[in-house]
């Protein structure tokens, strides 16, 4: 994927700015104060991190969690088109505070969280000049949180529960201030769950029940109880209930049982009266996209699991809708200026 359409995809989804850039390629090839830098690779380097259960393309790294480990890809661009990195180099990781270099693999450099802090990591050719820098940082891992499981959109204060026809489960990590973190080392044990990657794992055969998931990651190994349903109690509208006039936005909705949201189910949402709705491989699979043509209520319908309900919607003048944000997602890690101010 070329770096240009890498840093437009904000339009779908957030990736932090683009934030693969290293110092150097971030400054268009321009050679941080302080460094000698090597003529080779003059546009500098990408700096690509953990991909994540709920934003699997390439990113910039996420904080690394203090125990844990990140796979860092660099890449750069020598004729038109970015390419796995592949001039002879070095990694240092200036006296390695926050993370330090664990091993490298071709273009691929293992970092260590080894504490609270910021360090740049540096790559340079044999005789010491800089190809580009990029500053990481170690936090400590405070949480693992299930996500929803097929990409639902789903209220931030409903405790999750995954359907028996889920066949993905995803987990987050985060500091104590909803940081996502990566540890590209962790390990998830659940029965009926193959780890596919390190915070996903394919499901097969689950049946109705609470079961443990013991994740290891960081320095610690956290038991989540995870609540799989055979059926659905409830259908509603997922907050925002306000969509505006002549204006394309997004209709929710939410399957409930025992108080717990249910992911992982194949939703079908129809607006039998009203005007037509859109679902898309890039929108969440419980949500459609919709654009009233007169105030009042609109009536969508929505079957799940063999329940169908029909839930309005006030249709409300564009200056008076409420756009309240509903997402499950935890907040995405910092940018480069926030990163440093840890250092």
Not at 44 to 73: H, M, N, R, S, W
Not at 96 to 122: D, I, M
Not at 258 to 267: D, E, M
């Amino acid at each position: 994927m070329s770096h240009a359409l890498r840093c437009a995809l904000p339009a779908l989804v957030t990736l932090a700015g683009c934030t693969m850039d290293g110092d150097r390629a971030a400054g268009g090839g321009t050679c941080p104060v302080g460094e000698t830098c090597t003529t080779s690779a003059p546009g500098g380097l990408e700096f690509d991190g953990a991909k994540q259960f709920d934003l699997p393309i390439a990113g910039g790294p996420l904080y690394t969690a203090v125990g844990g480990t990140q796979d860092i890809a660099l890449e750069y661009d020598p004729s038109g088109r970015f390419i796995p990195f592949d001039l002879p180099y070095l990694a240092d990781d200036t006296g390695g505070a926050g993370v330090a270099v664990e091993a490298t693999a071709g273009p691929v450099v293992t970092v260590r969280g080894v504490g609270a802090h910021a360090n740049y990591l540096r790559i340079t050719d044999p005789a010491g000049a800089l190809y580009d820098r990029k500053s990481l940082v170690g936090k400590d891992l405070a949480h693992v949180t299930l996500l929803p499981s097929g990409g639902e959109r789903v209220a931030a204060d409903v405790p999750l529960a995954l359907a028996t026809s889920a066949r993905l489960l995803g987990i987050a990590l985060t500091d104590d201030t909803n940081d996502r973190l990566a540890d590209t080392s962790a390990v998830l044990a659940l029965s009926g769950a193959t780890q596919t990657a390190w915070d996903t794992a394919s499901l097969t055969g689950l049946t109705a029940g609470t079961f443990p998931l013991t994740v290891t990651a960081g320095a610690a190994t956290t038991t989540l109880d995870i609540l799989i349903v055979d059926h659905v109690d409830a259908i509603t509208a997922l907050a925002p209930v306000a969509l505006p006039v002549g204006e394309a936005d997004l209709a929710c909705f939410q399957a409930t049982t025992a108080g717990h949201a249910v992911t992982g189910l194949t939703w079908s949402i129809t607006s039998p009266s009203g005007p037509p709705v859109t679902s898309s491989p890039i929108l969440p699979p419980n949500c459609v996209s919709v654009t009233p043509t007169t105030l009042g209520p609109l009536t969508l319908a929505a079957t799940v699991a063999g329940v169908t309900a029909s839930v309005s919607f006030d249709v409300v003048a564009a200056a008076r809708a409420e756009r309240v944000p509903a997402s499950r997602t935890p907040t995405a890690t910092a940018g480069e200026r926030a990163a440093a101010s840890v250092r």
